[in-house]
């Protein structure tokens, strides 16, 4: 059984530009959610999705968005990056049937420059 | 109200010694409260968990409290060892969603 992956590890951006981040999900987990976590705070949750579609939302403006796969794996888009875009993007994957077992990979951390 | 606040911000414990971390919530809808470690350059993972209809829950060394009335839960790491050196997270999930809520996170460092 693998864990959550995300790619790539590190991102350096300039701010203006576009980024996309990736993430596997565990094997046999259907939803994933997006979280943003800042230097020394708390992850904070951007969205989730569901059957390819966001199942809620957390209070990040439509230049967050993202996508999620027929194979469950997703993407998180950020356009118009800003300097305060920097911090540490982790993918959590969970399952319906247990909805509060999620598993975090071990995040994207993005610079923006 | 959607908040979490833990406390302390950092813990310095001596091995062997017992680790407390705190955290308080307003928001009674909130159902269900996970403690999340996390070690650097890695992802949070889940280390115990409670409902609020228990006031205790014990795995191992870790020991959920949780006080329904005063909205308040606390992690109790008993025998600390330099291993669980790491950042704590509580978190809480609203009812009939599985968005968590972190709080602000405690940086534990456990001298032998």
């Known amino acids: 059984e693998t864990g959550v992956t995300q790619s790539p590890t590190h991102l350096i951006k300039t701010r203006g530009q576009q980024v996309t981040l990736r993430c596997s999900s565990q094997s046999g987990h259907n939803t994933v959610s997006w979280y943003q976590q800042a230097l020394g705070q708390g992850p904070q949750f951007i969205f989730q999705y569901y059957r390819e579609e966001e199942n809620g939302r957390g209070n990040f403006p439509p230049r967050f968005s993202g996508l999620q796969f027929p194979n469950y794996s997703s993407e998180l888009n950020v356009n118009a990056l800003e300097l305060d875009d920097s911090a540490l993007y982790l993918c959590?994957?969970?399952?319906?049937?247990?909805?509060?077992?999620?598993?975090f990979g071990s995040g994207t951390r993005l610079t923006v420059v | 109200q959607q908040q979490v606040k833990q406390s302390p911000q950092s813990l310095i414990v001596q091995k062997g010694g017992i680790s407390i971390i705190n955290c308080a919530y307003e928001n009674t809808a909130f159902d269900y409260f996970p403690w999340y470690q996390q070690f650097p350059g890695k992802g949070p993972a889940l280390l115990i968990a409670?409902?609020?209809?228990?006031s205790e829950k014990k795995e191992g060394r870790f020991t959920i409290s949780f006080n329904k009335s005063a909205k308040q839960f606390s992690l109790h790491i008993m025998d600390s060892q330099p291993g669980d050196s790491a950042t704590y997270f509580c978190?809480?999930?609203?009812?009939?969603?599985?968005?968590?809520?972190f709080g602000t996170g405690t940086r534990l460092q456990v001298f032998p």
């Open positions: 409670i409902r609020p209809d228990v």
């Open positions: 978190a809480a999930s609203i009812r009939n969603t599985d968005k968590l809520i």
């Open positions: 959590a994957s969970s399952s319906r049937r247990e909805i509060y077992g999620y598993t």
